[in-house]
C-alpha cells in the first residue's frame, strides 16, 4: 500500500508540476473513504462519472436539434414511457414516498379485514 499510494502522488504531480493537483488528490481519497464508509455503493458512483459527460453532450446535441424545445424528448411513445419510468423510479427512492405507500398499503389492508370479518 506505501508504493500505491506513493505512485497516486507521483502520478498527479508528474503531469503538471502542481501541488494542487496533490491536494485534489487527497480530498477526493478522503471523500471515497467516507462514502465507503457510510456503504454507498461505487458502481453507481463510477458509471455517473463515466456517462455524465455523454449525456451531458447528447443533450446538449438533442436540445440545438429542437431549438431548445425539452418537449421534443417526450414526443415518441418509446421516450415518454423511459421519461415517466425514471420519474417514477426516482419518486419510489425517496424515503417519504415509500412510507406513505406503505402506510395507505397497510390501511387499506386492515380495511378489508375490517369489511370480510364484518360479513362473516
Known amino acids: 500500500m506505501p508504493l500505491v499510494f506513493c505512485l497516486c502522488v507521483i502520478g498527479p504531480y508528474a503531469l503538471t508540476q502542481r501541488i494542487f493537483d496533490i491536494w485534489v488528490m487527497f480530498f477526493f481519497g478522503v471523500v471515497g473513504y467516507v462514502l465507503r464508509r457510510l456503504n454507498y455503493p461505487m458502481a453507481p458512483l463510477v458509471l455517473?462519472?463515466?456517462?455524465?459527460?455523454?449525456l451531458d453532450k447528447s443533450l446538449r446535441r438533442g436540445l440545438i436539434l429542437s431549438n431548445g424545445d425539452i418537449t421534443a424528448f417526450f414526443t415518441r411513445p418509446v421516450s415518454a414511457g423511459?421519461?415517466?419510468?425514471?420519474?417514477?423510479?426516482?419518486?419510489?427512492?425517496?424515503?417519504?414516498?415509500?412510507?406513505?405507500?406503505?402506510?395507505?398499503?397497510?390501511?387499506?389492508?386492515?380495511?378489508?379485514?375490517?369489511?370480510?370479518?364484518?360479513?362473516d
Open 48 to 54: 455517473g462519472i463515466i456517462l455524465g459527460s455523454l
Open 82 to 119: 423511459f421519461a415517466i419510468l425514471i420519474a417514477l423510479i426516482i419518486l419510489l427512492s425517496i424515503p417519504a414516498v415509500r412510507r406513505l405507500l406503505q402506510f395507505k398499503r397497510k390501511d387499506g389492508d386492515a380495511n378489508r379485514e375490517k369489511k370480510a370479518n364484518s360479513q
